[in-house]
């Protein structure tokens, strides 16, 4: 089965970047795509197609994918962005998540 | 504005059956696809299948042979059902709606609902 690697947590302080790493074989052939969850709250989507945002999602997102790589940056990081975030891909017909990475906003 | 809402029984016994609905508001279930999605307390979250309007599946291999979802295109709703279940399906699951293009995002999510399984 494919895989999706994150890491645990990222830290980040106010008015920085943040960058999250989603890892899976080959992932730059495949679309990559990021959720954001608050807790108690639903995921909403933030960057699909690796790079595009849904309307409503401030431009200081941003999403990239190469390789096996797919980051999910953004840019002057604010307290309200703290949240779980989750990459996800395609496994043929099949969803898979990444595990999540906890942002903290420190 | 697509709205989605999970409804169904909260408590369930080990063994029985998960019946969920997906109620969808605000526009049409017809040529998207739709799936379930479940996250145990503190846990990421796992997909469980999507289904087409026009009725076409597809299911994460770790739940084939326990689930089955159908849509009722008249009625705007799809439904989950997971068979002999145990406490480990525990789980807010969430309905949502596919991308469009295909092999993308899912835009559109419920606000969840929980279900708990006892022994």
């Known amino acids: 089965s494919y895989n999706l690697s994150q890491p645990p947590s990222v830290s980040v302080s106010p008015g920085q970047t943040a960058r999250i790493s989603c890892s899976g074989n080959k992932l730059g052939d495949k679309y990559a795509c990021w959720y954001q969850q608050k807790p108690g709250q639903s995921p909403v989507l933030v960057i699909y197609?690796?790079?595009k945002r849904p309307s409503g999602i401030p431009e200081r997102f941003s999403g990239s994918n190469s390789g096996n790589t797919a980051t999910l940056t953004i840019r002057g990081t604010q307290a309200t962005d703290e949240a779980d975030y989750y990459c996800?891909?395609?496994?043929?017909?099949?969803?898979?998540f990444g595990g999540g990475t906890n942002l903290a906003v420190l | 504005q697509v709205r989605l809402q999970e409804s169904g029984p909260g408590l369930g016994k080990a063994s029985e059956t998960l019946s969920l609905t997906c109620n969808v508001s605000g526009g049409s279930i017809r040529n998207y696809y739709w799936s379930w999605i479940r996250q145990s307390a503190g846990k990421g979250l796992e997909w469980i299948g999507r289904?087409?309007?026009?009725?076409?599946?597809d299911y994460s291999p770790s739940l084939k042979g326990r689930v089955a979802m159908s849509v009722d295109t008249s009625n705007n709703q799809f439904y989950l059902r997971l068979i002999s279940v145990t406490a480990a399906d525990t789980a807010v699951y969430y309905c949502a709606r596919n991308l469009p293009r295909g092999h993308d995002g899912l835009d559109v999510w419920g606000q969840g609902t929980t279900v708990t399984v006892s022994s």
């Open positions: 197609g690796d790079n």
């Open positions: 996800q891909a395609w496994d043929g017909n099949t969803v898979v």
């Open positions: 289904i087409h309007s026009s009725g076409s599946t």
